[in-house]
């Protein structure tokens, strides 16, 4: 038996109008797809977590943290006292506002800035706080 040679028509390719494709119009395409897997993956993202501990890397003090002091983030925190209130409030991936009650009822305000999941920082005025995990 002789084998019978493919045509276009039985392999559904042709030379000529077959499937082609349109740069112009797939490549927006691939660009309205990354963009909606970026926005998906930032809905799935985890957010910032501040609980736990943390140790003093800097070079600076406030209240009771100084160098090498370990802050730990609970029930309460120990910036002031070990027995301060705290509120986390994220403003997005880089960070956002820590509100510190301290036993005496003084109220203090500081940014947090993310540097990386174990790396913070704490700025109040020229003061800046550098925390790092420690658990």
């Given at each position: 038996m002789i084998p019978q040679a493919h045509t276009a028509r039985q392999t559904g390719r042709s030379g000529r109008g077959g499937a082609r494709f349109c740069v112009r119009c797939t490549f927006p395409m691939m660009l309205v797809a990354a963009a909606l897997l970026?926005?998906?993956?930032?809905?799935?993202?985890?957010?910032?977590?501040?609980?736990?501990?943390?140790?003093?890397?800097?070079?600076?003090?406030?209240?009771?943290v100084a160098p090498g002091t370990v802050v730990r983030f609970g029930d309460t925190v120990n910036l002031f006292s070990p027995w301060?209130?705290?509120?986390?409030?994220?403003?997005?991936?880089?960070?956002?506002?820590?509100?510190?009650?301290?036993?005496?009822?003084?109220?203090?305000?500081?940014?947090?800035?993310?540097?990386?999941?174990?790396?913070?920082?704490?700025?109040?005025?020229?003061?800046?706080?550098?925390?790092?995990?420690?658990?």
């Open positions: 970026l926005a998906l993956a930032g809905c799935f993202a985890q957010p910032f977590e501040i609980g736990g501990a943390w140790k003093s890397v800097g070079d600076q003090a406030w209240g009771v301060d209130t705290w509120l986390y409030e994220e403003d997005g991936p880089g960070g956002g506002e820590l509100t510190v009650t301290g036993l005496l009822g003084g109220t203090y305000t500081f940014d947090v800035n993310v540097i990386d999941n174990d790396h913070i920082e704490l700025v109040r005025d020229s003061y800046t706080l550098e925390l790092e995990r420690s658990e």
